[in-house]
């Protein structure tokens, strides 16, 4: 069972849908991030929140909009999607720290576009 | 963060220890080496992570060679559930910095 909860598990929507994805964590970790996965490809990084401000933007297209509304939750807005961004997007978070702490993840949420 | 080089595939059977390497040969003294698994249609799962020390867990167990150039993880008796894509990430232990997957080995679990 993993600590970090996606909602939805899958969505299908069509190019002109506006929806958000959510990730909560209780954790209490500060770090949280959203990550994107196509089929039979590793994880690649999208976004990085700390301390509920936005430090790493992996140059994501402006339909992809996050925001970390408390150090709990993380969504991710999107509107006008294309059928290639169709994929399992995830999240994970991490403690603060030096000390190598590491990332937990969601079990993600499949996206399809239309 | 260094790259690393892991086999494609894998085979285990099932009852029996698995070890999986991971080569990291331009490591620095400051990056981490982790762990992390991929069950099908699951998010990545966190297995354990070192420095320079072998680790232990109630998962697996890592060992680092004494010069930091390759490690390996033991899965010590593998079960079918233990099938998954598994990763070895190396990186600095900073705590905002993204996880570079590579493509990982798919290990499979045989009866």
């Known amino acids: 069972d993993t600590e970090v909860t996606q909602t939805p598990k899958h969505l299908v929507m069509g190019m002109t849908n506006k929806k958000s994805l959510k990730c909560e964590q209780h954790?209490?970790?500060?770090?949280m991030y959203w990550y994107k996965q196509k089929a039979k490809k590793p994880p690649e990084l999208m976004f990085v929140y700390s301390y509920e401000k936005l430090s790493i933007n992996e140059s994501v297209p402006s339909r992809f909009s996050p925001e970390c509304p408390n150090s709990s939750l993380l969504n991710l807005h999107l509107h006008a999607l294309q059928p290639e961004d169709s994929a399992l997007y995830l999240c994970?978070?991490?403690?603060?720290?030096?000390?190598?702490?590491?990332?937990?993840f969601g079990d993600g949420t499949r996206l399809s576009i239309l | 963060d260094a790259k690393t080089t892991q086999p494609p595939s894998m085979d285990c059977a099932e009852g029996r220890a698995a070890n999986l390497p991971c080569n990291h040969s331009?490591?620095?003294?400051?990056?981490?080496v982790y762990w992390y698994r991929q069950i099908h249609s699951q998010g990545p799962q966190y297995i354990i992570h070192?420095?320079?020390n072998n680790e232990t867990n109630e998962m697996a167990s890592l060992i680092i060679t004494e010069d930091r150039k390759s490690s390996t993880l033991i899965l010590p008796h593998a079960t079918l559930r233990d099938t998954a894509v598994y990763y070895c990430?190396?990186?600095?232990?900073?705590?905002?910095?993204?996880?570079?997957f590579g493509a990982g080995t798919q290990v499979v679990v045989t009866p």
């Open positions: 331009t490591i620095s003294g400051n990056e981490y």
């Open positions: 990430i190396v990186r600095v232990g900073d705590s905002w910095g993204k996880l570079q």
């Open positions: 070192g420095l320079k």
């Open positions: 994970a978070s991490s403690q603060a720290g030096q000390d190598g702490q590491p990332q937990h």
């Open positions: 954790m209490g970790h500060r770090a």
